[in-house]
């Protein structure tokens, strides 16, 4: 019945993720309550999954058209490094802290998508091509330590917080799956030298993933700008008051 549970919840959280980057955090406590793993594994294990998750995404947005390669680059090469250092400061915070500042900040980025539906809340794209591109190293850098440091992935956070500055949703979600794919394997070879990933877990909940994912992918390219942005901020807020209540 456990099992059964946690396939159900990877499909879900595959779906989710193919529909709008966003949808990971269910999958940490998924794992916690429905096997025998600990927050730091569940983490770990999760992030593995993710960056696996990531290849097919980037694929597949790339064979689509959307995927823009200069943002891609910016955004990726910005989570590089703070992915490792993200992943070798999770030791040194409790669980209780990491659910709390995740939450705060999903709970924002999904405001902030709210709000910036007529009007962006920060016009990057409007910007010079050299204040984007450092824009989007910063925000790579941030994303890419909150990564590694919670197991979620990055774009629960790069997707909302760049609607909010001005890109369109199937953009920001394109751009994402490259910015995942780097965040995941950095803090995932961490995770992996200290132990963490449990392997036999991470394959058949990814395979179960990258079904839902595409099936979540085919609807995204189906939907309009705006109402992919309302389900992209109503997850970040509902995930965000499911991590403040739980």
């Given amino acids: ?3 059964a549970l946690l ?36 983490m770990a294990t999760s992030l593995f999954s993710f960056a696996i998750m990531a290849m097919l995404g980037t694929f597949l947005h790339a064979r689509k ?8 680059l910016a955004i990726s090469g910005g989570s590089l490094v703070s992915g490792f250092v993200g992943a070798w400061a999770n030791a040194a915070f409790s669980a209780q802290t990491l659910n ?10 999904g405001l902030s998508t709210l709000k910036s539906g007529k009007r962006p809340l920060v016009n ?10 450092c824009v989007l ?32 949703p199937l953009a920001a ?16 070879i961490v995770y992996m030298l200290n132990g963490s990933v449990d392997y036999f877990l991470a394959v058949w909940i990814t395979a179960l993933e990258l079904a839902g994912f595409y099936a979540g992918l085919a ?19 509902a995930t965000s008051l499911y991590l403040l209540v739980r």
């Fill in 1 to 3: 019945m456990e099992t």
């Fill in 7 to 42: 396939a159900l919840i990877a499909l879900v959280v595959g779906f989710f993720c193919g529909c709008t980057s966003i949808g990971g955090i269910l999958l940490i406590p998924g794992i916690v309550l429905l096997s025998s793993l600990g927050i730091h594994e569940a």
């Fill in 65 to 72: 058209g959307t995927m823009r390669l200069r943002e891609a």
């Fill in 100 to 109: 709390l500042v995740l939450a705060l900040l999903i709970l924002f980025a």
């Fill in 124 to 133: 990057v794209p409007g910007a010079s091509e050299g204040t984007q591109l």
């Fill in 137 to 168: 190293v910063l925000l790579g850098l941030f994303v890419g330590f909150m990564a590694g440091l919670t197991g979620i992935g990055g774009p629960v956070l790069s997707v909302p917080i760049m609607i909010a500055m001005g890109y369109a």
């Fill in 173 to 188: 979600i394109a751009v994402a799956q490259p910015l995942q794919l780097v965040a995941g394997v950095s803090g995932s």
């Fill in 219 to 237: 609807l995204a390219y189906r939907m309009n700008a705006k109402n992919l942005r309302i389900c992209i901020s109503m997850l970040c807020i």
